[in-house]
């Protein structure tokens, strides 16, 4: 590791000491956070490359400043890669590659078109849907989306998935200008050509938020959202395992409005190093060894939600169409947060999550599976039993230790460092670090050539 932080390990130790934390606790945990991955060495050469220098505002062959020859170049193969990743045509379709990340990529898309205080709707955040399609609670504007916007949600069913009757019902009564579709936590394919026919009954713009499982479309895994929608927004960095980004996918008759709540209307520069990482990350995603990699995600998912059944957890749509995994705790009767913090303990990264029937958003009654970033790592759907198993372990361990110390957090996260259960925890926690060191992990001193995407 040193040898690529030369320069940082003798400038500034301190931070070089962080970055060497942080390392190891990638590398030797489990991490199940379904909005991560671990991004390949290639998209980290360009991260660290001198093309961050550069101010490039404006678009290729328009720009504010001189020096963007190359610029231009690096910008107009990322448009070009992006729009041939998800099969469009460049006589209907254009890409905004410039939004610095997902929630801003939002914003700009919906300030393109929308005025302050028209209405939208998206799938609600405790339903599975995201903060920027507009979240709020009760009177609390959480989310400027929900400031700038008149917001109101649809959500999922007892069952989990969408109530598309109640979204129609509510979306003809509310005349929302825009229908947001796609989510966080929501493990199953959306009806896009039902979302359009309720737009079209209405006269409402069609958005998809793809960010989650833009892998997947990409690699036809599951159904494409451009037929149906006016335009598509996605960050790069989960499933499509790029860099920390975002792009606008845009119909060409909207191309000016998009481009220019981008920029000017949003963001000053563009961050072109984080540009030409997407446009590496992009070339991969065409690849079969990158729909390999998604299907194999897919089926980890499967193998996960099914194990977890058989230890008798609820999983919510009993099962999965994607990476996400969502596990409903209720009848269990331990909330979400504490599940995270015993994985914690060990080195396990998941998050708590609400699912139906939660009635309050500070202590949801689930968490959240994802199988993306273990599956780069080289996990199989023999690891998925082998990881079901730890996880009930685990769960049981809390609901035990909630019997003894009672139901506050505070007091269950005093527990797992008594002595009574110290070591427990220490010991689940290093037979965690033996068993995944050996996998793979994406490092600029890895060599490029063992990434499971360009493997033969
Ligand atoms: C569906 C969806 N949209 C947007 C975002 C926001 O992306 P970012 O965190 O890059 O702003 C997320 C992030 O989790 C997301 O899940």
Redesign the pocket.
């Known amino acids: 590791m040193s040898s690529v932080f030369r320069n940082l390990s003798r400038r500034d130790p301190k931070l070089f000491e962080i970055i060497k934390k942080e390392y190891w606790r990638q590398r030797t945990g489990i991490e199940l956070i379904a909005?991560e991955n671990f991004t390949s060495p290639s998209v980290l050469e360009c991260l660290g490359s001198i093309l961050t220098n550069k101010y490039s505002e404006g678009l290729p062959g328009r720009r504010y400043y001189g020096g963007n020859e190359f610029i231009d170049e690096v910008e107009n193969c990322c448009r070009d890669r992006a729009l041939n990743a998800f099969k469009l045509n460049k006589e209907e379709w254009g890409v905004n590659v410039q939004p610095y990340?997902?929630?801003?990529?939002?914003i700009a898309c919906y300030l393109g078109f929308l005025k302050l205080h028209d209405r939208i709707m998206g799938l609600d955040l405790p339903s599975g849907?995201?903060?920027?399609?507009g979240f709020y609670i009760g009177d609390k504007k959480i989310n400027h989306t929900s400031s700038m916007f008149e917001s109101l949600p649809y959500q999922i069913k007892e069952d989990g998935y969408i109530d598309y009757e109640l979204m129609e019902d509510l979306a003809m009564r509310f005349r929302p200008k825009l229908i947001i579709c796609?989510?966080?936590a929501y493990p199953r394919d959306f009806d896009y050509k039902r979302f359009r026919e309720i737009c079209d009954k209405i006269g409402a713009y069609l958005m998809c938020?793809?960010?989650?499982i833009n892998g997947f479309i990409a690699t036809e895994l599951m159904k494409s959202p451009f037929p149906y929608c006016d335009f598509v927004?996605?960050?790069t960095?989960?499933t499509l395992r790029g860099p920390?980004?975002?792009m606008i996918f845009f119909r060409k008759q909207f191309e000016k409005q998009i481009n220019d709540s981008v920029f000017p209307g949003t963001q000053g520069g563009p961050h072109q190093n984080k540009i030409a990482a997407v446009a590496t990350q992009l070339l991969e995603v065409q690849t079969p060894e990158f729909k390999d990699y998604m299907t194999r995600v897919r089926d980890n998912a499967r193998v996960l939600a099914d194990e977890l059944q058989k230890f008798g957890y609820n999983i919510s749509t009993d099962g999965t169409d994607n990476h996400i995994v969502l596990v409903n705790l209720r009848n269990k009767k331990i909330t979400g947060s504490k599940i995270e913090t015993i994985c914690e303990a060990v080195n396990i990264s998941i998050n708590k999550n609400a699912v139906f029937g939660d009635t309050s958003p500070l202590s949801p009654g689930g968490i959240r599976l994802g199988t993306s970033a273990m599956t780069t790592r080289g996990f199989n759907e023999e690891d998925m039993k082998k990881l079901a198993n730890l996880l009930n372990g685990l769960i049981e361990l809390a609901i035990e230790i909630q019997e003894k110390y009672g139901k506050k957090l505070v007091d269950f996260k005093k527990a797992l460092k008594s002595d009574e259960y110290a070591e427990r925890i220490q010991s689940v926690k290093f037979g965690i670090q033996m068993w995944v060191s050996d996998y793979y992990f994406p490092d600029l001193h890895t060599q490029v050539d063992s990434h499971p995407a360009l493997q033969e």
């Open positions: 909005s990340s997902g929630s801003v990529a939002n849907g995201h903060l920027s399609h796609g989510g966080s938020d793809m960010a989650h927004t996605t960050t960095h989960k920390r980004a975002g």
